[in-house]
């Protein structure tokens, strides 16, 4: 049952942490720009070239990779799911950490916007907890009756 709740807590942090990914991280006057918009900006950032493929390559696959992270945890295969959760809600939580610390710039021309960011952090916060619930859950295990034999809990 543990198991069962952990995942679906993961489930959960999942899903909030890649919407938070398409709310506003970036501010310029009136306009907002989210991640994978921001992820456009890369040039001006001096991330051009393979450093800036890799964070993009990384930035854009965390959509699909939750997507089959919850397929693993619907067909029960929730350890392996865990352990990628984990690596997921590490480096998007991570992201968004930094970015939220960086925080609302007032008056600012250009600033960081922290919704995004903050819901994001949420998810890989939910994330990770779901995915320590999983792992550190009871495996069903054999128990050793008193002739001797074993048997599976009932």
Do not use: H
Not at 27 to 49: C, E, F, I, P
Not at 118 to 123: K, P, Q
Not at 132 to 144: C, D, H
């Amino acid at each position: 049952m543990r198991s069962a709740v952990g995942a679906a807590i993961a489930a959960v942090g999942l899903v909030t942490q890649i919407t938070g990914t398409f709310l506003p991280w970036l501010k310029s006057g009136s306009t907002t720009r989210d991640s994978y918009q921001v992820l456009s900006l890369r040039d001006l950032a001096g991330l051009d070239g393979v450093a800036g493929g890799v964070v993009t390559g990384v930035w854009v696959g965390l959509t699909p990779l939750a997507m089959v992270t919850i397929a693993l945890y619907v067909i029960r295969f929730r350890r392996i799911a865990a352990c990628v959760a984990l690596l997921f809600g590490t480096i998007g939580g991570t992201v968004a950490l930094v970015a939220a610390v960086q925080g609302d710039n007032k008056g600012a021309l250009v600033g960081i916007s922290t919704t995004g960011p903050v819901v994001t952090l949420a998810g890989a916060v939910l994330t990770i907890v779901g995915a320590i619930t999983v792992l550190t859950s009871n495996r069903r295990s054999a128990v050793m009756t008193s002739g001797g034999n074993r048997e599976l809990p009932r």
